[in-house]
């Protein structure tokens, strides 16, 4: 798969999920449930909120970012 399709997977997903629902103004955890959801019906395989360390100057940080 070429990035150029799969990123435009993506793009038609979001817009998929921004107009069933509505527009902005809903939290945000809802619009990535919904995005997960719709990429999942695309038969995309998906993680979400995965954790990877933080290195800062040859030393890793206790904070994680998802």
Not at 26 to 38: D, G, I, P, R, T
Request: no cysteine; hydrophobic share 35%.
């Amino acid at each position: 798969m070429d990035e150029n399709y799969l990123s435009n997977q993506i793009i038609n997903a979001a817009i998929e999920v921004h107009q069933w629902l509505g527009g902005p103004g809903l939290l945000e955890s809802v619009y990535e449930k919904s995005l997960a959801k719709e990429l999942r019906d695309r038969n995309f395989k998906i993680q979400q909120q995965v954790s990877f360390p933080i290195e800062y100057k040859e030393e890793e940080l206790n904070e994680k970012f998802r």
